[in-house]
């Protein structure tokens, strides 16, 4: 019934096309990934959504559509949206579902790699440290609970994309989903637990039934209908180990992550367009790569040890979103030609010439027409090619595109996109003064380093991932010790010798810091030894550890120890040749997670108070605090570090990861040339040496 005067109100259903696409019917063959019947080319690009902002998200989307792509490739982070047990997040950068949304508002599709083990130089590879501290917990292999716990969150997933309709069966933009990440390459250790956990993975993967079709990357023995996939600078070789499955390659890493000590790395346009070109000239038909757009390694989340903030990984769209050139517009000019022969290329007839030489032909042909790549893979000599009659003049290492077997549209060494350059610009908002006016304040611990009391005792050195369970980088361990007249160690020549497994350490006694230290040479393992002065009464050492990033590698890497490992020793040298050590290990130890600043977050109360005067530099834990006015315009922002030493920070109150700009990129980058020609590896066309691995 209608009030009277209001006519029957007419309720109209709309929405935007693309979000009101209808199902599609994704399979695959031998030759390609069939979408609604139809063999489809797919060029794909890794973007993960913690590492940009959701206002970065439509442009990042918009600039893969125009780079060529079809889809956007993500992994699924567990400890971001996990942090405690059974305690979700998905707000922010974490909103997967919107990531995803928006992803389809541009028209394309998705791949979703719920891992939930992504490696990606993730913090511990995306396991929640909560998880290590299950008992009875081994993970990646045959155990009921870790099983349960990755079965559960895998679950919660797939239900959030079913519930929204995002899978493509549902009519969503998601295409493919993968479990598990590079388990081949480890399987192996894992011995026949192994083999069972990857059997396990792929039918409980196949029982959520999302309506597409599973991958397994670097998977050869993945079980039907599971499709093995390839990862690597270079999958043109790789052949796919079933034959009823497509050429896939889920990671074509388009540069390098880069560590703390790092240089920058660099894989060139001519390269990266080689080995796509190369690969789709011998039948591949899927490849994505890793990454399209690194981003930025916000708060925590760096893995390692000692992956930098910075997640740029010279990708086709740089950390803060611009066009990389010349490489994204290279490898459009690419996709756009190997999208206009797709029918041909995915459901013609293949041959392959031996053309000597090291100079290779594929003849694609259907119906009359045909469409032919000429490879010349010599690292070193450019080459006059014979080819049906005709000759080509092919660069060294490079790939020719002939559309019609005639004429060449695109050779992979001549790039035709000019270079940009990037420059960074002093904040000129409402005439804002070049440099910040900063104040201070101390880091707050005097008591907890002076009383050595914590929230946790033990009778034993903790790991620590179980003592601050990855709620902190910082972790105090603090021990006393009442050392009586006799006691052996007593000698005037006393030091403190303390074994960890990274990365930094300041260590203070009786309140005192007596040394700071942190590992070189990627974060592993050092000893720190130093003189100590002690008193016959109550003696506190406190020990604070810093960890920059848990291993996110490797067979077993979720037990790679860290923090202090121990043994914590007092060494008595007495004369020349007598050595009295103690062992510290097993007494009494207490343990405290955090600062005092960060756990009461002074980053986001600016009500406290901050001094202007005496200001301090190289003083081990001190807040410093800035404002400033945004910049005008809508260019990415950058906070310049340089002058800083190591540690967090934060802008309005969000983390925007751990600097050490006092890092240095060692070596002498004069000595590595860059040659595009030849294979392609992470010591390859590096730059940046002799100044800080991250500066902004
Ligand atoms: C692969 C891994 C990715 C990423 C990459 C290196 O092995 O699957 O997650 O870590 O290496 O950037």
Redesign the pocket.
């Known amino acids: 019934m209608s009030p009277p005067g209001i006519l029957a109100l007419i309720i109209v259903s709309f929405c935007a096309a693309s979000l009101c696409a209808t199902a599609a019917q994704v399979t695959y063959d031998n030759r390609a990934i069939i979408i609604d019947g139809k063999h489809r080319v797919l060029v794909s690009g890794s973007i993960h959504y913690p590492r940009s902002t959701t206002q970065m998200w439509p442009d990042l989307m918009k600039k893969s559509r125009e780079g060529g792509l079809d889809a956007i490739e993500t992994?699924v982070f567990w400890n971001a949206h996990e942090p405690a047990r059974r305690q979700y997040d998905f707000s922010g950068n974490l909103d997967l579902v919107r990531f995803l949304k928006t992803i389809q508002e541009e028209g394309l599709y998705a791949v979703l790699r719920i891992g939930p083990y992504?490696?990606?130089?993730?913090n511990y590879?995306g396991f929640p440290v909560w998880l290590h501290n299950m008992p009875g917990i081994q993970m990646r292999t045959d155990n009921d609970v870790f099983k349960n716990e990755m079965q559960n969150f895998t679950t919660l997933i797939v239900d959030m994309v079913k519930k929204e309709k995002l899978f493509a069966s549902q009519g969503g933009p998601v295409i493919l989903a993968q479990i598990e990440?590079?388990y081949g390459?480890v399987m192996s250790s894992y011995g026949d637990e192994g083999k069972a956990y990857m059997n396990w993975c792929a039918n409980m993967a196949q029982s959520l039934d999302i309506g597409v079709p599973w991958i397994m990357?670097?998977q050869n023995d993945a079980p039907e209908p599971i499709i093995s996939t390839c990862?690597g600078w270079y999958c043109d070789q790789y052949q796919p180990p079933r034959s009823n499955i497509p050429k896939m390659w889920?990671?074509n890493?388009t540069g390098?992550?880069k560590n703390w000590g790092g240089k920058d790395p660099h894989r060139t346009a001519e390269d990266l367009a080689f080995a796509v070109a190369r690969f789709y000239q011998l039948g591949g038909t899927f490849q994505n790569y890793?990454?399209y757009h690194g981003g930025t390694n916000f708060g925590r989340s760096a893995?390692g040890p000692y992956i930098t903030t910075s997640y740029d990984?010279d990708a086709p769209l740089d950390e803060y979103g611009n066009l990389n050139q010349p490489k994204w517009g290279h490898l459009k000019q690419l996709h756009d030609l190997l999208h206009s022969m797709e029918d041909i290329l995915t459901t013609g007839n293949v041959s392959y010439v031996d053309l000597g030489d090291s100079a290779f032909g594929t003849i694609y042909s259907k119906e009359g027409g045909s469409s032919c790549f000429l490879a010349n893979v010599d690292s070193g000599n450019d080459k006059t090619i014979n080819f049906q009659g005709m000759n080509y003049t092919v660069p060294a290492w490079s790939v020719s595109i002939l559309p019609d077997c005639q004429n060449v549209a695109y050779n992979t060494a001549k790039v035709s996109t000019q270079t940009s350059v990037m420059v960074k610009k002093a904040n000129v908002a409402e005439e804002e003064p070049n440099s910040l006016k900063w104040s201070w304040r101390p880091e707050m611990n005097e008591k907890t380093i002076l009383l050595g009391k914590g929230d946790v005792t033990t009778d034993q050195i903790l790991d620590q991932k179980e003592a601050a369970n990855d709620l902190s980088d910082y972790l105090f361990y603090m021990t006393s010790l009442d050392l009586k007249k006799d006691d052996p160690v007593w000698t005037h020549n006393m030091t403190l010798r303390v074994k960890s497994s990274g990365q930094i350490l300041h260590a203070f006694v009786n309140g005192e810091l007596i040394g700071s230290q942190w590992a070189k040479n990627g974060g592993e393992r050092f000893v720190f030894e130093q003189n100590v002065k002690l008193n016959h009464k109550k003696n506190t050492i406190s020990l604070l550890s810093a960890t920059v990033g848990f291993t996110?590698?490797g067979a077993f890497f979720d037990t790679a120890p860290s923090g202090i490992t121990g043994p914590v020793e007092l060494i008595g040298y007495r004369g020349d040749d007598e050595t009295i050590v103690k062992d510290l290990s097993s007494q009494k130890w207490s343990y405290k997670t955090g600062l005092e600043g960060l756990n009461q977050k002074l980053y986001s109360s600016p009500s406290l108070k901050w001094q202007q005067d005496s200001f301090p530099v190289n003083r081990t834990l001190t807040w410093y605090k800035s404002s400033f006015k945004a910049p005008l315009g809508t260019d990415p922002v950058v906070v310049d570090l340089l002058g800083m030493g190591k540690g967090l920070a934060w802008v309005n109150g969000n983390s925007i990861g751990r600097y050490w700009p006092s890092f240095i990129a060692e070596g002498d980058c004069k000595l590595e040339p860059c040659d595009y020609r030849g294979s392609y590896d992470s010591n390859k066309c590096l730059s940046n040496c002799g100044r800080p691995s991250q500066r902004w």
Not at 118 to 122: F, G, K, N, P
């Open positions: 992994y992504v490696c990606a130089e993730w590879g990440n590079e390459n990357c670097q990862n889920t990671e890493w390098w992550y890793y990454m893995g990984y996110n590698y």
